[in-house]
C-alpha cells in the first residue's frame, strides 16, 4: 500500500511524447500551468519531458531549475526517475530493465545507481549521441540516462535517483520498427512494474523525509529548555536516531521520566541508545 504523502514527490522524466502519454493515463497528470512539457497529479507524482539527447535533457532540466515549480519542490522531498525506450543486444522487446550501471558513450564515465528498484533483468544503460544499430555491448542503448543522471544528482538524493528502460529494438526488431503504437503498447504492457516503481520510490521518499525532519520528542525538548548551537545538534541527531531505528516510544518514555539540563538529557539519551546495543553518533 503505498504512502499518500503531499511531503514527497516522483519526478517521471522521459524523452518522448509518445512515452509520456501512457504515463499522463496511469498517473491521471495534467499540464502545469504555463508549461508545455510539464505534468503533475494531485497525488506528488510529475512527469517532465525533455526530448530526445543529452542537449535537449541538460536544457529542460535547467529551465525547469528556472521555474517556480522548482522552488516548491525543494519544500518536499523529492524522487527521481528516468524511463524510456532503449535498444538491447539480448533483451525481447517490451522487456524492462532496471539500471545498475549508468555510461556515457563520449565521455567514458560511468556511475552506479543504488539496488534499490527490483526487476527480473538488471544491467547497464549506455548513453550514445546517435541510435544504435548494431548493439556491440550487452547493455541498453538509450540517449539521455547519463545526463539524467548528472542532472538530478543537483536536485535529489543518490538513493532517490533511479533509470529503467523499456526494450524496443534488437538485432531481431530493428529501430526502423519504433512508432508510437509499438511504444504505447510497451509502455502499457509493463504498467505495473512502472506503478510497483513509483510506490517504491514515494515510500522512501516518504522515510527520508521523516528521518530529515525535526522528531516531535526534539520539538518538544526545544520549547522546554534552552539548547546551545552544540546541544540543539546532538540532541537531534540522538532523536533522530530513535526514531530511525522504530524506538519512539521508548524515547518518549525516556522524556517524561524528567531531566536536569541538556547535558544530563543528552547522556541519557545516549546511554539508552548504548544499552540496546544500538550504539550512537557522535
Known amino acids: 500500500m503505498p504512502i ?5 514527490l516522483v519526478t517521471l522524466v522521459v524523452a518522448l511524447p509518445a512515452e509520456a502519454g501512457p504515463l499522463k493515463d496511469f ?25 530526445v539527447g543529452r542537449n535537449n535533457l541538460t536544457q529542460s532540466f535547467a529551465r525547469f531549475a528556472r521555474s517556480e515549480f522548482a522552488k516548491e519542490s525543494q519544500q518536499v522531498s523529492p524522487a527521481w526517475l528516468n524511463m524510456g525506450i532503449a535498444g ?33 533483468h538488471y544491467g547497464e544503460v549506455l548513453t550514445v549521441d546517435e541510435p544504435e544499430l548494431t548493439y ?6 538509450d540517449m539521455e540516462a547519463h545526463a539524467f543522471w ?17 526494450i524496443s529494438d534488437n538485432p531481431h526488431d530493428g529501430v526502423e520498427k519504433i512508432t508510437a503504437v ?24 516518504y522515510e527520508q523525509q521523516r528521518l530529515m525532519s525535526d522528531p516531535a520528542a526534539y520539538l518538544e525538548i526545544a520549547d522546554r529548555i534552552h539548547l546551545n548551537v552544540n546541544q540543539t545538534l546532538q540532541v ?9 531505528l522504530n524506538r519512539e516510544s521508548e524515547l518518549e518514555a525516556l522524556l517524561a521520566t524528567g531531566y536536569h539540563s541538556a547535558r544530563d538529557l543528552t547522556e541519557i539519551l545516549r546511554e539508552s541508545l548504548k544499552s540496546a546495543g544500538k ?4
Open 27 to 51: 498517473f491521471q497528470l495534467k499540464p502545469l500551468r504555463a508549461t508545455n512539457n510539464v505534468f503533475q497529479s494531485d497525488q506528488g507524482i510529475r512527469l517532465l519531458v525533455t526530448g
Open 279 to 282: 550504539g550512537t553518533e557522535e
Open 4 to 8: 499518500i504523502s503531499e511531503s514527497v
Open 236 to 244: 537531534r541527531r540522538l532523536c533522530q536516531r530513535f526514531v530511525a
Open 88 to 120: 538491447h543486444r539480448e533483451l525481447a522487446v517490451g522487456e524492462m530493465m532496471v539500471a545498475n550501471k549508468i555510461s556515457c558513450a563520449v565521455s567514458a564515465q560511468s556511475s552506479f545507481p543504488t539496488p534499490v528498484l527490483s526487476g527480473n
Open 150 to 166: 548528472d542532472m538530478a544528482l543537483n536536485y535529489g538524493m543518490l538513493d532517490l535517483i533511479q533509470c529503467c528502460k523499456l
Open 182 to 205: 509499438l511504444i504505447d503498447e510497451i509502455f502499457y504492457a509493463a504498467s505495473y512494474e512502472i506503478r510497483q516503481h513509483v510506490d517504491l520510490l514515494r515510500n522512501l521518499a
Open 136 to 141: 556491440p555491448q550487452n547493455a541498453a542503448y
